[in-house]
């Protein structure tokens, strides 16, 4: 990370949710505390990750008061990673989580898109701006701005081949889209009656667009985004709650993962047909909160629930259980691309709703 990120405006810190730590102190090492844990060894054993660094001799700890929302890795460096919180704006670390630094204070962060391209080029949503910023989050501008009463921000994705090119979703089922990173946009498609939660690019044909919504409608376009199939049939055959959790491309051509509030979907034919993973609980004993696939095998599952963390290598044929190392629910998995035994997880509070839902 650009040591320029040091000099960004100084964190803004809520007592009860950051605690300071002296100069000459040091983090108890304990998974327990914090809103940010890492396992080095697929999730047998967990250290926390919440150490954020103020300048050269203080430090704060990202405490249980502070929800996180989303943690994306840098596709240059996995050592390079953003969390994205629900109070305090956006952090990032160069060292694998080993300390923290915030970017971007005061914003409700729902997504993060570092540039594929750019080096210190950064996509930032919450529900009422995007921010960009190209110099490191040394200084940032407002690329897009909502101004309609009662519509949020949910999702921001880039072209990977064409990475000028980003889309947006609304609340309200917009689609936007900008072909000069996001000095202009148009409306692609609006999406009646629809609380759009997330805009998938397919990474090597970008024509291929994959858009969901908050009850787990999930629609295909082929066109750029000029028309749309509709591909939730299958799911809806399960009779299980469909409410969104994530989705997310998988290793293969045409593989995606959905998660459900309940259950969890893979497609190996571009959303035709959907595939329900067994669990070791029935759909109306289960809740889960978030999902994670191995990048390099997607045989290798993580789910996590109130309580509970799920881990399969053979595609949920077998289930491993372990107790989660917080007592607050998981918000966020994610396995370092290029150490899959790298897991980090990160926390919210049980009460506290999903940016999603809160416009």
């Not at 909502?146 to 990977?160: F, H, L, M, P, Y």
């Not at 936007?176 to 759009?196: A, I």
Request: charged content about 20%; hydrophobic content about 35%; some cysteine.
């Amino acid at each position: 990370m650009d040591t320029r990120i040091l000099k960004i405006l100084g964190p803004i810190l809520v007592a009860s949710s950051l605690i300071f730590l002296g100069a000459s102190c040091t983090l108890i090492n304990s998974s327990r505390y914090g809103a940010i844990v890492k396992s080095q060894n697929s999730g047998e054993s967990w250290e926390s990750k919440s150490l954020m660094r103020l300048d050269k001799n203080r430090y704060a700890v990202l405490g249980n008061g502070v929800n996180i929302t989303s943690i994306t890795f840098d596709p240059r460096n996995s050592q390079v990673l953003f969390a994205g919180t629900q109070e305090h704006g956006l952090f990032a670390t160069d060292n694998g989580g080993d300390s923290w630094t915030q970017l971007l204070p005061r914003q409700v962060i729902v997504d993060v898109v570092p540039d594929s391209n750019v080096r210190c080029l950064l996509y930032v949503a919450t529900p009422a701006r995007i921010f960009k910023t190209s110099d490191c989050a040394t200084t940032w501008q407002v690329i897009y701005n909502e101004t309609r009463n009662g519509v949020a921000i949910t999702s921001i994705a880039a072209d990977q081949l064409t990475p000028t090119i980003l889309y947006l979703t609304t609340s309200t089922g917009d689609l936007l889209k900008s072909t000069d990173r996001g000095e202009t946009w148009s409306v692609l498609h609006r999406f009646d009656r629809m609380h759009l939660v997330r805009i998938l690019v397919d990474p090597s044909y970008p024509e291929i667009l994959y858009v969901a919504d908050t009850e787990g409608n999930i629609y295909r376009s082929f066109t750029h985004g000029l028309e749309w199939n509709y591909i939730a049939d299958s799911l809806r055959g399960y009779y299980v709650p469909l409410v969104y959790r994530t989705l997310f491309f998988l290793s293969r051509q045409d593989n995606l993962f959905f998660a459900s509030e309940s259950s969890l979907f893979i497609t190996r034919n571009a959303g035709t047909t959907w595939e329900r993973l067994p669990l070791l609980t029935q759909p109306a004993e289960t809740h889960i909160f978030t999902a994670a696939v191995n990048p390099l095998n997607d045989n290798e599952i993580y789910y996590g629930t109130k309580n509970t963390l799920y881990h399969t290598i053979d595609n949920g044929a077998h289930w491993e259980v372990k107790p989660l190392p917080s007592p607050r629910a998981p918000s966020e998995i994610r396995i370092d691309p290029n150490n899959p035994r790298n897991v980090y997880m990160g926390f919210e509070t049980y009460e506290a709703p999903s940016p999603y839902w809160n416009f």
